[in-house]
Structure formats: structure tokens, C-alpha cells
């Protein structure tokens, strides 16, 4: 049986709003996912090769990683390979250890965490182990790297950092932990000298990445709720940070924020929810909310531009951008591209009659990733 994380949270996320609302109303019924609209599709896929990856799914996110020559994949027992981008292996290795969440990619290396905390380095270009190393508490996040250390944030509200080269420890942050939380972590996110990271309590830090040093540490959201579920406002997406000197954040049932990136002072806040990640183009910021409705907001004002609200509860993927375009699947398995002016649906493509899991995107290549555990490669034509 799949184990398919982010349908389970997603689950959880409509579980628990949905009993907020049975305790004032036992008689509202569960709303439906809307029914999809026709529409002219402006482009069409065309399917180039399918393949099975996954027979359960990870705990944690799952996201595969590419470079130039490759794409790298990675199933839950261990096994990670090479392809080329007509799907053809390059190499494959059986590491037989249970991974917890997705694979990172950085300077040629490939990283991965595990269900008991050992994190490993593998070379690119080989698959050949550069080291393996341990951390402590569960991780359900891929780790990143800057070249100089690798970060790894585990579900107790700790950051982890290893050196690059050997694995060796570094250094380690502790925030503070919610007593109730959901059930996924954000992955850090480097630029320039400094690391990123949401946590489950709401905040969003800012690390000096080789000393450790905190440089501020910052409430994305104030909780307001009453109840420990209603205070629940974990970061679970990855942060951006925007070339206008802003870093963007959202929490679950709170707020999308813009924090200046020096002083860790907040620009705006505009009130919403979302586990997914933020896509920003054009000095623009795009997320898919809670509710599936897909939002546009000026970057720097923080007003909201538009607001696409066609799929409401299809339980879309993370929204990941293609030239001017956004792209997303929902659960019957339809791929959907969203012109970023505008939020106007501009093609439809169904590769599976699955879920749509994840949506992959390098340089032309789309790669879909359904809840059966297949990905198919797929072009525009």
C-alpha cells in the first residue's frame, strides 16, 4: 500500500479543519472537489517515457534532483540511479537503507537522509559513497548544500550542519518545539554567506552558514488560536529569497510573509494557509493555499494581483514555474498551465489517471510523479 505524505497531510489538514467546523455545525456536509472546467488548451504534452519508482513512498517530501546529464531518482529501499533524460540508465546503486525524504544535489554530490538519522554523500558522476554521517531526531526534509557544509533540519527542531567534504559535524541551532505540530519540515534554503530555515513553530531564522551565528530570528505569523490545533502554524514550505532583498515564507492556517533580509523586519503579511512550496517571478510571489486556490501577490506591496480558484480542493501539487507559465497537477492526474500575468488556464495535459504527487521541471523537460510511484517524462510540443 502507498505511503503518500503529502496526501496524508493534506488529509490531516482537511481532517482538522473539518472538525473545527463540526463542533459549530454537525449538519454542513464535506465540500467536493470542484469539477474541472473545459477550456482551449493552447499547447499540447507529448509523453516521452514512463517509470516505476516508487512501490511505498518516503515519509517525507519527495523530490528528485537533476544536473546537466542527468536526472537522479531514488526509491524508499535505497536504490538510487542515474538516467539520462530519454530515461536511459547510467548507473544504479543499492545503498539498502530506508530513505526518509527526498535526495539534494549540489557541487556534484548527490545527499540523502534515512529513517534513523545517517545522512550520505554519493558522488554524482559515480554513485560511489563520499561519506555517511549521522544526525539526531527523524529527518523529512532533503538536505541542502552550499559547498562548504551540508544542512539538515530534523522533525525535533533542529538544524544540523556537516561539513561538505567529510561529513563531520559543524554545527547545530535548537528551536523552539510546538506540542503540536504537522508532520513534514522545511528544507533550508542557502544564499550567499547565509542559511534559511522555517521552523514548526512559525519562526524563520537566518544562520551564518559556516560559524552557526544567528543572525535574527523572526515570527512568520503570530498564533492567535485558542486550542493547540488551532495554533498549529508550521513552516512546512521552503523559504525564497528574492533578488529585491526580501525572503518570503508561509505558514500553515497564518500568514504569507515578506521579510527584509539584513534586519529580519516584516514588510507585510497577507493572511492565508499552505504547506506548499512559494514559486516568486517577476517581483511577483505565487502560492497554492490550503483550500487549493492558487494566489498572486505583488512582491514588494504584498497586495493581492489575482486569484485562480478552479481547483478548489484537488489537491494540488507544489507549483513550479516554466518561462512564463505555472504548472501544477491535482488528483485525477491532469497537469495544469497557468499563465503567470494573469492566473488564465492556458493548457491541460492527463499523463495518468493517478494523483499528481509532484511536478518536476529542468531547462524543457517536465516530469510527473504519480501516487502509483511512476514518473513520466513529458514535452511541450
Same mark, same amino acid.
Given at each position: 500500500?502507498?505511503? /503518500? ?13 473539518? +472538525? ?26 507529448? =509523453? ?13 517530501? $519527495? ?13 524508499? @529501499? ?72 551540508? @544542512? ?39 544564499? =550567499? ?43 512546512? @514550505? ?5 533578488? /529585491? ?58 497586495? +493581492? ?22 504548472? $501544477? ?25 493517478? @494523483? ?26
Amino acid at each position: 500500500m502507498l505511503i /503518500n505524505f503529502k496526501m496524508l497531510k493534506k488529509i490531516l489538514i482537511i481532517f482538522l479543519t473539518f +472538525s473545527l467546523i463540526a463542533c459549530q455545525s454537525d449538519s454542513k456536509e464535506e465540500e467536493k472537489p470542484v469539477e474541472l472546467n473545459e477550456i482551449d488548451s493552447k499547447f499540447s504534452f507529448e =509523453k516521452i517515457w514512463t517509470k516505476n519508482l516508487f512501490s511505498n513512498f518516503p515519509l517525507g517530501e $519527495v523530490n528528485l534532483v537533476f544536473n546537466q546529464e542527468s536526472i537522479f531518482v531514488f526509491n524508499e @529501499a535505497g536504490i538510487i540511479s542515474s538516467l539520462d533524460f530519454f530515461g536511459n540508465e547510467i548507473w544504479k546503486k543499492d545503498f539498502n537503507q530506508k530513505i526518509s525524504a527526498g535526495l539534494g544535489y549540489g557541487f556534484n554530490s548527490i545527499f540523502f537522509a534515512t529513517e534513523n538519522g545517517k545522512i550520505f554523500s554519493i558522488d554524482a558522476k559515480s554513485g560511489n559513497k563520499n561519506w555517511e554521517s549521522k544526525v539526531d531526531g527523524e529527518v523529512l526534509s532533503s538536505p541542502s548544500s552550499n559547498g562548504l557544509i551540508v @544542512a539538515i533540519q530534523s522533525t525535533n527542531g533542529k538544524i544540523t550542519a556537516l561539513d561538505f567534504n567529510d561529513g563531520t559535524f559543524e554545527w547545530e541551532y535548537q528551536s523552539t518545539v510546538s506540542a503540536l505540530s504537522l508532520r513534514g519540515t522545511s528544507k533550508p534554503v542557502f544564499d =550567499k554567506n547565509f542559511l534559511y530555515v522555517g521552523f514548526g513553530n512559525g519562526n524563520l531564522v537566518k544562520i551564518e552558514s559556516r560559524s552557526g551565528v544567528i543572525q535574527w530570528e523572526v515570527p512568520v505569523t503570530v498564533s492567535e488560536g485558542v486550542s493547540e490545533i488551532e495554533r498549529m502554524i508550521d513552516i512546512d @514550505a521552503k523559504p525564497v529569497i528574492s533578488s /529585491n532583498g526580501l525572503a518570503y515564507a508561509v505558514t500553515y492556517q497564518g500568514d504569507l510573509s515578506a521579510i527584509e533580509i539584513e534586519q529580519g523586519r516584516t514588510i507585510w503579511r497577507s493572511s492565508t494557509s499552505s504547506t506548499n512550496n512559494i514559486i516568486y517571478a517577476k517581483n511577483k510571489t505565487f502560492i497554492v493555499d490550503s483550500e487549493d486556490f492558487i494566489r498572486s501577490y505583488d512582491g514588494v506591496k504584498g497586495n +493581492s494581483l489575482w486569484v485562480l480558484e478552479d481547483f478548489k480542493l484537488r489537491q494540488l501539487s507544489s507549483p513550479k514555474r516554466y518561462q512564463d507559465f505555472l504548472i $501544477v497537477g491535482d488528483f485525477e492526474g491532469y497537469l495544469h498551465l497557468i499563465d503567470l500575468n494573469n492566473g488564465s488556464i492556458e493548457a491541460r495535459f492527463r499523463p495518468t489517471n493517478k @494523483a499528481v504527487k509532484e511536478v518536476f521541471i529542468f531547462n524543457d523537460a517536465f516530469f510527473s510523479l504519480d501516487d502509483s510511484g511512476k514518473i513520466s517524462a513529458l514535452k511541450i510540443k
